[in-house]
Each structure stands twice: as structure tokens, then as C-alpha cells.
């Protein structure tokens, strides 16, 4: 009693060794080879055997066999391109959403070569993904610093403009 009231309030960290030994929940307990966070409590956790997509809600889990997986399929979202979705065909030739409004290309770029490391004979729709998320990535860090670049010029004319009627009227 006194160690689940314990566990619920500071989490399951706090297990001793003796305890995590014969606690059921973390003898089978995986840890994923790599985790892709995006959104509030979303993630894509990547494991030697399967993909496993979390949701914000603790029950919206979806879970894939790796060597189920045909192709990969990523593209730009419907309103916002920035957030991608993620897409897989599976072998009985079905197509399921594996993640909408993914914005973390960074980290899942760093994750395809593990899958594909994992899984070889995997497809990817574009076949350059990796390098469609680096040029995905380069063009948005261009994109910010051209906003940035724009805002500082303008905020320089705006000063310069400023010494420039603060002169003229000093000496008029």
C-alpha cells in the first residue's frame, strides 16, 4: 500500500532493485533503441522488433511490427506543411497514420537509418527522405534567419531614421 502510494507520487523511479525484480510490469519492459518526442506527450519509440506511435492520452498507443512494414511514406500535413505525417504500408496492403503533425524532422531523421538498419528491406516514399528532411531542415534555419536578418535591418532604418528627424529638428 505504502509503495503505490509512493509510486503515484513520485513515479516508478523510486523502486528498489528487489522490488523492480519482482514488480511484473518492468521484468518484460523493453527499452526503446530511440524515441522521437513531438507535440504535447506524443512520441515515436522505435524498438528492435516494432514501431510504437504514443499519443497524449495513455491508452492511444499504436504498435507495428517492424518486418510488418512495406514502406514508410512521409508527407507535408493538409494546413500546416511543417508538421508531417507519417504513414506505413503494411504487408496485407493496408495503409494506417502512424503520426499527424510530426515537427520533430530533426530527431526522426536521426531515427530512419536504425530503421533502416533494423529493417533493410524497407521502402521509403520519397526514396530520399533522409535527405528531403535535411533540405526540410536547412531551408526552415534560412527561412529564420532571413525573418531574423529582416527585423534587425528594419529596426537599424527605423533608428537611423529616428537620428536623422531628431537632427534636422534640433537645428530647425
Known amino acids: 500500500m505504502r509503495l503505490n502510494r509512493l509510486v ?12 523492480q525484480s519482482t514488480h511484473p510490469s518492468h521484468s518484460d519492459k523493453k527499452q526503446p533503441i530511440n524515441v522521437v518526442r513531438f507535440g504535447m ?28 512494414i512495406k514502406q ?19 504487408d496485407d496492403d493496408t ?3 502512424l503520426v499527424e503533425g510530426m515537427t520533430n524532422a530533426r530527431g526522426f531523421r536521426a531515427m ?13 516514399d520519397p526514396p530520399d527522405m533522409g535527405e528531403q528532411l535535411r533540405q526540410a531542415l536547412n531551408t ?3 527561412w529564420t534567419l532571413t525573418c ?22 534640433a537645428h530647425h
Do not use: W
Open 148 to 169: 531574423y536578418g529582416t527585423f534587425l535591418l528594419v529596426c537599424v532604418l527605423l533608428y537611423i531614421l529616428y537620428l536623422v528627424v531628431a537632427y534636422l529638428g
Open 41 to 68: 506527450g506524443k512520441e515515436i519509440q522505435l524498438y528492435e522488433d516494432e514501431l510504437v506511435v504514443t499519443g497524449q492520452e495513455e491508452d492511444q498507443e499504436t504498435r507495428v511490427q517492424l518486418q510488418e
Open 95 to 97: 495503409t494506417i497514420i
Open 140 to 142: 526552415r534555419r534560412a
Open 72 to 90: 514508410l511514406i512521409l508527407v507535408p500535413g493538409d494546413p500546416n506543411p511543417s508538421k508531417l505525417v507519417l504513414m506505413a504500408d503494411l
Open 8 to 19: 503515484r507520487l513520485f513515479g516508478e523511479n523510486i523502486m528498489d532493485e528487489h522490488t
Open 112 to 124: 530512419l537509418p536504425q530503421i533502416l538498419e533494423l529493417h533493410p528491406t524497407l521502402q521509403l
